[in-house]
Structure formats: structure tokens, C-alpha cells
């Protein structure tokens, strides 16, 4: 029996942020090291670097959300939120190599760089993957959706799009599942129309 492409998406979608939160907690220490430079344990400097890296941390994370979030949608967020993501993802891996890389030990650098690599790593994965799963989801519920309608009674991709059209106001945020509202087609069908729509707009 097939596992179903929600449920999958799901377990890649926790495996994924459990490999994240867990190479960012492993670059706490090292990131707290670099910003207290030797300074006394307990100290006001000290005590003041472990906010460093939940500080890039959170904001990586904050960017990484949105952008699985929109990604649902069939939306792409901007140049600031990438450039946002990865300069703090360059951000802890210059904090994490910097020692290992100034004392040229190469174990040290390996050690150092295996973590926010995977971070980088994962942060591009996760959304591409959920990219992909929700397009199989939509493909499958197409599938499912065509097989059971009514033999001779179809509906037209332009005429859910005439549909879309006549539903849509100045202040609708068009989006697939906007589109599946007012016209009733297929997951699959509904984010090309929502491009569609969206690419009128721009030009309307």
C-alpha cells in the first residue's frame, strides 16, 4: 500500500527542522566562544556572546518559516529574504571556522564546517522539497479528482479561469486555494491558474 504523499511530506518536513535546530544548537557553543574571546567565564562579555547565535539564529529561522509558508502558495519571496537567509547562514559558518581556520587545523575546520554546511544545506532542501511533494499532491489529487468526474462532463481550463476572473476584486489575494474556492477545480489546475491570474494582474 502506497504511504500517502501527505503524510510524507510531513515526516520531511520534521526531518528536515530536526536537522536544522540541531545544527544550530551545536554552533551555539562555538559562535559563544568566538564572541567572548577569551573572556572571563561569568563575565558581562562572556554572559553577553551566548545571545550572538540565537540572535542570527532566530532571524534564520524567522526567513526559513516564511519561506515554507509561501512556498504552499506557490508564491517566492524577495531578494531581501534571501539575501536575509543566507547572510546569516554565511554569518554562523565565518563564526563557527573562524578559530579552526586561524589555528590551520584542518580536523578543526572539518569539524566546524560539517554543521552550518548541513544547515545551509537543509535550508535550501526544505523548501524546494515541499516545492515538489506539493506538486505530486496536486498531480495526485488531479488524478483522483478527473477519475471520479462524471464522464462528458468536463470543465474547461479557460472557463475555471473565466470563473477566476469574474470572482476576483481590487483587494483578492489571489492564491491556488483561493482559486480552488470560487471555481471548485483540481489542486493541480488551480496553482497554474493562480499564476496565471497573478501574471494579469501584474500587467492589468
Known amino acids: 500500500m502506497t504511504e500517502p504523499l501527505e503524510r510524507v511530506?510531513?515526516?520531511?518536513?520534521r526531518l528536515c527542522w530536526t536537522g536544522i535546530l540541531l545544527g544550530l544548537a551545536f554552533t551555539m557553543t562555538n559562535v559563544q566562544q568566538f564572541a567572548a574571546a577569551g573572556a572571563p567565564a561569568w563575565s558581562l562579555r562572556w554572559c553577553g556572546a551566548w545571545l550572538l547565535d540565537p540572535m542570527v539564529s532566530l532571524v534564520l529561522?524567522?526567513?526559513?518559516?516564511?519561506?515554507?509558508?509561501?512556498?504552499?502558495?506557490g508564491i517566492r519571496t524577495g531578494g531581501w529574504a534571501r539575501g536575509a537567509?543566507?547572510?546569516?547562514?554565511?554569518?554562523?559558518?565565518?563564526?563557527?571556522?573562524?578559530?579552526?581556520?586561524?589555528?590551520?587545523s584542518p580536523a578543526q575546520v572539518v569539524l566546524h564546517s560539517v554543521p552550518p554546511l548541513v544547515v545551509f544545506v537543509a535550508a535550501e532542501a526544505v523548501t524546494d522539497l515541499r516545492d515538489k511533494l506539493g506538486a505530486a499532491m496536486s498531480s495526485e489529487s488531479s488524478v483522483a479528482e478527473e477519475a471520479a468526474r462524471p464522464r462528458g462532463v468536463r470543465t474547461s481550463s479557460a472557463e475555471y479561469l473565466a470563473m477566476a476572473r469574474a470572482a476576483r476584486t481590487p483587494e483578492t489575494v489571489v492564491t491556488p486555494a483561493w482559486v480552488r474556492e470560487v471555481t471548485g477545480c483540481s489542486r493541480g489546475l488551480s496553482s497554474r491558474l493562480a499564476v496565471e491570474l497573478r501574471a494579469e494582474g501584474a500587467h492589468g
Do not use: C, S
Open 9 to 13: 511530506a510531513q515526516q520531511v518536513d
Open 61 to 73: 529561522l524567522a526567513v526559513l518559516r516564511a519561506e515554507q509558508v509561501t512556498a504552499r502558495y
Open 85 to 104: 537567509k543566507w547572510f546569516t547562514l554565511g554569518a554562523t559558518y565565518v563564526m563557527n571556522t573562524w578559530e579552526a581556520f586561524e589555528n590551520r
